[in-house]
Nanobody
Framework: QVQLVESGGGLVQAGGSLRLSCVASGRTGSSYAMGWFRQAPGKEREFVAAISWTGRSTYYADSVKGRFTISRDNAKNTVYLQMNSLKPEDTAVYYC?????????????WGQGTQVTVSS
């Protein structure tokens, strides 16, 4: 089992930046791919970004490409999501997730989420 805890959400004006963090605990000795997802009110959860265990491969949704950057520090069991040039449509609960397969495979472990609100 892996436990994931997100932090770093908050309220920011459009054009601003936030950095989300996700700390993993439990069976962190395995090679987990990590991802970020988000869910806005009344909408389905959607993929935002993902990163391989080594960090060499990263993937982004078209809506965030060029604005968001995913990275990880395996020594700290932490994955980050740097969000720049935020827009009101980025408002959502952001979830961190992990799996043992690969960045674009189904995710098995989920955090509780952190709220990001972007005001216009």
């Amino acid at each position: 089992q892996v436990q994931l805890v997100e932090s770093g959400g908050g309220l920011v004006q459009a054009g601003g930046s936030l950095r989300l963090s996700c700390v993993a605990s439990g069976r962190t000795g395995s090679s987990y791919a990590m991802g970020w997802f988000r869910q806005a009110p009344g909408k389905e959860r959607e993929f935002v970004a993902a990163i391989s265990w080594t960090g060499r491969s990263t993937y982004y949704a078209d809506s965030v490409k060029g604005r968001f950057t995913i990275s990880r520090d395996n020594a700290k069991n932490t994955v980050y999501l740097q969000m720049n040039s935020l827009k009101p449509e980025d408002t959502a609960v952001y979830y961190c997730a992990a799996n043992l397969q690969g960045p674009l495979d189904e995710y098995d472990y989920w955090g509780q989420g952190t709220q990001v609100t972007v005001s216009s």
